[in-house]
């Protein structure tokens, strides 16, 4: 006891100084989640989504869903990609990453939509019947004031689509969802202007 309280006459001023840091570390965590809740952005969210026209409807389905630091493995690159996703804009869904830094981020969420799909690669080496379709990923945040949550989302759609969308808005499955034909009718400009911002990849199955 004598030399806890002699270590704590030494050093008291370093241990309130920390403790003091944890408690304002806790308070501006708690802070930021609650902030986030009621602005209900969860830009520590990464949302998979294939964009598809079926029968004349834009239909919009979840692939996977995780945290950015499990995509990214990173809690840096995890960040950068959130703070990216809160300056996006109307005029321009796409995050606004370094170029030279794009493909490794691209090429993260490339490999988590790979691993999903895996089996058909190897059915493909077994010689079994499998169909190959390209399809593209790009890095989006929609800021639109319809759209109920705001995340990072990783926007998947079939390259043919993309090239070639139809002039005209297809049906849509619910009213919000003019939002997403929008962002795609930007992507598909934005691929032409700055191919760097999207990666390519084969799915198998």
Known sequence: M??????LKDHWFDIVMGLAGIAFGWFVGN?????????KEFFD????SLNEITEGTLRI??????SGQDIFLNSVAADAVAEAAEKTTLEDATLPLPKGEYWYYLNSVLNEIAEKFSTG?????????TKTTMYVICLTSEC??????RKVRAMLIRKSLLENLPEDMPKL?????????NTLQILARERTKNPWKFLEMEIVL
């Open 121 to 129: 690669v190897i059915r493909r080496d077994m010689g079994l019947g």
């Open 2 to 7: 004598d030399q806890i309280l002699e270590v």
């Open 144 to 149: 639109d004031d319809d759209i109920k949550t």
């Open 31 to 39: 802070w930021r989640s609650r902030r986030r809740w009621e602005k």
């Open 173 to 181: 499955e619910r009213d919000s969802h003019s939002v997403r034909w």
């Open 45 to 48: 969210r990464v949302n998979v």
């Open 61 to 66: 389905r979840t692939v996977l869903e995780k």
